[in-house]
Every structure is written in structure tokens, then in C-alpha cells.
């Protein structure tokens, strides 16, 4: 028989019960509020980001190993205004290229650029020996990438190459490039290919696969 102090207890652990379901729905409902406003408020800011920088196609020089040839690809991605800033881009996804599964060129680096800036060729220099008008991109790799790159003569080379077409592809007025590792001059990227020298725009078109080289439109 059930006592009058049971019946007590019983009814007393049910409305302990139903007022603890309720606080925990109340609780949960205030975290998807606050969820909920956190997306809206960082929606505005993404939108703007890519307002910004809209998507556009670009031409890739991705280095192949097995030929010692540079084969082209066309990637879409999200590309700054600035000239600098897009130099940038490019030889960031031209790296992931490097480090993609199956990659013709592997190289395995999480990050192999501090920098680009530009300085104006010296006349004479440059595509067909025009330097008038042109640019020098002087692009600071990372020792990472230095220390990532497999030693030898081709395939330094053609890392160093396929940064070339890339930017002059699709920056036309990139005519030539300097290579620093970690803003310093060094003799060679991993003890072959020289990086005291300045390499010129027609030395990319002379790598088989690459004779096309040239402004993708902008």
C-alpha cells in the first residue's frame, strides 16, 4: 500500500523532473541563439571577402618530373586586386599543386612564400629582350620550401621555372624574376639550381610544354 509520504515524494521528484527538462530545453535554446548570431554576424564579413576578390581563371605551370617539362593548368580561384597580393595567390596555389596526391612534381611544404614584390626591369631584359615597361618580381621563398626542395639540377630548375611562367602568364608585365630564401641572397634553392642570377621570361619558354607562355587576360 502505497503511504501517503510516498505519493509525497513521488509527486515531488516529477515537478523536479519536469522544472529540469525545462531549464535544459531554456539552456539549449539560448545556445542555438547564440549560434545562430554568431553566423549571421560573420556571413556580412565572408560575402565582403569574396565581393572582394572574385573568382577568376588562371593558368598554372605545374612542373613535371618525368619529362622535365612544365604542363599547364587552368585553376578558378578568388584573386585579390593588388598585383602583389595575386603574385602571391599564384605561387601558393602553384605549390599546392606541388604537394597534391599524385603530383608530378611532389614536394611536401606547408608554406613556401614569405613575399613578392616588383621592381621595374632593366631595359633591355626580359621577354624577347624588351625590359620597357616591364617588372622584375623579386619572390622571397620560404627555407621550408628551400629545405622541402628534392636536390638536383632539373627539378630545382623546374621549380624555379614554373614560378616564372606562372607569374608571367598571368601578370604579362612580369618579365623576370629574382629568388631570395627567408629574404636573403643564397647561391643555389638545395645546392644546384642558381639563385644568384635573375631569370628571365624566355627561360621558361624554352622548357618543353611551355612554349605558350603568356598573359591569361586579366
Do not use: C, W
Not at 2 to 15: C, D, E, G, H, N
Not at 132 to 150: E, H, R, S
Not at 154 to 177: D, G, I, K, W
Amino acid at each position: 500500500m502505497i503511504t501517503t509520504l510516498q505519493k509525497s515524494l513521488f509527486f515531488a521528484m516529477l515537478a523536479a523532473s519536469v522544472v529540469m527538462a525545462a531549464y535544459l530545453i531554456r539552456l539549449r535554446n539560448r545556445a542555438e541563439d547564440r549560434l545562430q548570431a554568431q553566423v549571421a554576424a560573420a556571413a556580412p564579413a565572408a560575402m565582403g571577402e569574396s565581393a572582394g576578390n572574385p573568382n577568376k581563371v588562371v593558368i598554372l605551370y605545374v612542373p613535371n618530373d618525368l619529362d622535365d617539362s612544365l604542363t599547364t593548368v587552368e585553376r578558378n580561384i578568388p584573386l585579390p586586386v593588388d598585383e602583389n597580393a595575386q603574385a602571391r595567390v599564384l605561387l601558393e596555389n602553384l605549390i599546392e599543386a606541388y604537394r597534391a596526391p599524385g603530383a608530378t612534381h611532389p614536394m611536401s611544404v606547408a608554406t613556401g612564400i614569405n613575399d613578392v614584390y616588383f621592381l621595374a626591369a632593366p631595359e633591355g631584359r626580359g621577354q624577347g629582350g624588351a625590359g620597357a615597361g616591364g617588372q622584375t618580381a623579386v619572390v622571397d621563398l620560404t627555407g621550408a620550401l628551400a629545405a622541402a626542395q628534392p636536390s638536383g639540377i632539373e627539378p630545382e630548375t623546374l621549380t624555379l621555372l614554373s614560378m616564372l611562367a606562372t607569374l608571367h602568364a598571368n601578370l604579362p608585365r612580369v618579365t623576370q624574376v629574382h629568388f631570395l630564401v627567408d629574404g636573403q641572397s643564397r647561391e643555389t634553392l638545395a645546392g644546384h639550381a642558381d639563385l644568384t642570377r635573375t631569370y628571365l621570361a624566355g627561360d621558361a619558354e624554352r622548357r618543353p610544354g611551355a612554349a605558350g607562355v603568356g598573359g591569361a587576360g586579366r
